[in-house]
């Protein structure tokens, strides 16, 4: 499964990528908004620092908007990913990014129906919301489910990217339901290194360690 971090703060990601973890960035107008940052210099910035897609999402909500938005934002690097919603409009324009040799991720997914659409248009990633779904008592998990079902079924190369992530647990939920990659917010990436039983293991290693009097160098 592919780690993409969900943040559009560039210390955030300039840390998880030492850690080796990281396979791409996704932001959204929200976390830009939250950053306080020039979107673009920011976009610009997070591509010197990673090599795999970064998502940056037009703000254009008609199909002549997000071409117009989209060919400013694909020029910034060539691993800049153009983010469009799930709208007829947002359909078309991922038509013509995938014209163009541009990768593009189509987010706002809550239905199977949905996901379906953005395949058959060729995009590169779809973007279902866990989080969101269960926010209103709709089992998020199994949409990544069935949208593996469907996409197995007719062999479609659309990548499944588990996003609205909450929590550890729904990596690994989503992991189990065959999503190929997962956005996560670095607070999630990080939660997921603890264990209580590993803290305690290790405080006892140190311990016995010590009590040898020895020293590997
Ligand atoms: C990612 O591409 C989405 O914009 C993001 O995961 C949304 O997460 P949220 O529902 O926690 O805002």
Redesign the pocket.
Known sequence: MKFFV?TAEIDEIRELQATGLLDGV???P??VAKSGRDFKEVIAEICDVVDGPV?A?VAATDYDGMVAEGNVLRKIAENVAI?VPLTVDGLKACKYFRDHDTMV?V?LCFSANQALLAAKVGATFI?P?I??LDDINLPGMDLIADIRTIYDNYAFTTEI?A????SANHVSEAALAGADVA?I?ASVIRKMYDHPLTDKGLAAFVKDWKSTGQSII
């Open positions: 969900d996704t932001t959204n929200s976390l998502s999402e983010k991720n987010t973007s919301f989080g969101r990217l996003a609205s992530i909450r956005t917010p």
